[in-house]
Structure formats: structure tokens, C-alpha cells
């Protein structure tokens, strides 16, 4: 029974901390958005911002899962960081059906987002 209790409190980690990564990601985006419409941005930044946001969402994440993990953080924040990166690519396919980027595009995604959680959970 302390087993059942111990893998359901790390999935509750998990869905702790990439809860409070995607509430970073929804809020930074919207920063980025007003940024966006009151500046008029170019691509380059917004690329730029989006991939800020990435880096800063998965890195809170890691920091929120090490806290609670205690015990090698640094591998629960590169798991949140990879998580969070499936859930990213899932959204993408449920909301244009395809993958219109190109395998460099989301390796570098995938590294920023699981090295971004790995530093937070180090860190934390």
C-alpha cells in the first residue's frame, strides 16, 4: 500500500508542476501577444519570445518537481521537461493535424524544453 501511495504522490508531482508550467507558458504568451500588438514585432522575435517562454515555463516546472522530489531532481525536471515537450507536440497535432516543422525545429524544441526542466530541478 506505501508503494501505491508513493507512485501516485510522483504522478501528482508531475501533474503539480507541468499544471503550474503550462499556467507559465498561457501567461508569458500572453505577454508576448500584447507585446506583439503593441509593438508590432517582427518573426525573429517573436521566435525569440516563444522560445524564452519555452525555456522559462519547463524551467519553473523543474524548479516546482525538485523541490517536491527532493531526491534527483535533476531527473524529475529532464522528466517534466520531456512531458511537457509530448504534451506541446500532442497539442500541435490535435490542433493543426500535422507537423509543418521541420525535425531540426523539434529536436531543438524538445532539447531546450527537456535541458530547461533538468536545470530547474537542479537549481531547486
Known sequence: MDRNVE????????????????????????????????????EKAVSAGIIAIYITSTLVGGIVIGKMAKM?????GLCLGIIYFLLLLLITLGVYRTLDSSGVNMLTTFVLCAGGGMIGGMIS
Open 72 to 76: 534527483r531532481r535533476f531527473f524529475w
Open 7 to 42: 507512485k501516485n504522490g510522483k504522478v501528482f508531482w508531475i501533474l503539480k508542476a507541468l499544471l503550474i508550467a503550462y499556467a507559465v507558458t498561457g501567461a508569458l504568451l500572453l505577454v508576448l501577444a500584447m507585446l506583439l500588438y503593441k509593438l508590432e514585432l517582427d
